[in-house]
Nanobody, 127 residues
Framework: QVQLVESGGGLVQAGGSLRLSCSAS????????MGWFRQAPGKEREFVAA????????YYADSVQGRFTISREYAKNTVYLQMNSLKPEDTAVYYC????????????????????WGQGTQVTVSS
């Protein structure tokens, strides 16, 4: 069993930055591919970014490419999402997720392929 706890959300003005953290428990969690998703009110949960368990391959949604960076720190069993140049449309609850088994690149963008989820952290970007 893996438990994921997100932190770092908050209120920020447009153009600002935030760094989200996802702390994972469980001795095998460092071998899982990890992803960040977000969900705005009235909308479906959408893919934001993912990182392979090796830490050297990352994926981003077109809407955040060049502004967000996903990374992981094995010593702390933590995955980060650095968010720069934030826009009001980035406002959402952000969720961290872990994928136990290898899936193709395109499937890392699909929430159904993740096995563990955090409780989410609210990010609000004011204009």
């Amino acid at each position: 069993q893996v438990q994921l706890v997100e932190s770092g959300g908050g209120l920020v003005q447009a153009g600002g930055s935030l760094r989200l953290s996802c702390s994972a428990s469980g001795r095998t969690s460092s071998s899982y591919d990890m992803g960040w998703f977000r969900q705005a009110p009235g909308k479906e949960r959408e893919f934001v970014a993912a990182i392979r368990w090796t830490g050297d391959i990352t994926y981003y949604a077109d809407s955040v490419q060049g502004r967000f960076t996903i990374s992981r720190e094995y010593a702390k069993n933590t995955v980060y999402l650095q968010m720069n140049s934030l826009k009001p449309e980035d406002t959402a609850v952000y969720y961290c997720a872990a994928c136990r088994f290898w899936v193709a690149d395109v499937l890392l963008r699909v929430p159904a392929h993740y096995d563990y989820w955090g409780q989410g952290t609210q990010v609000t970007v004011s204009s």
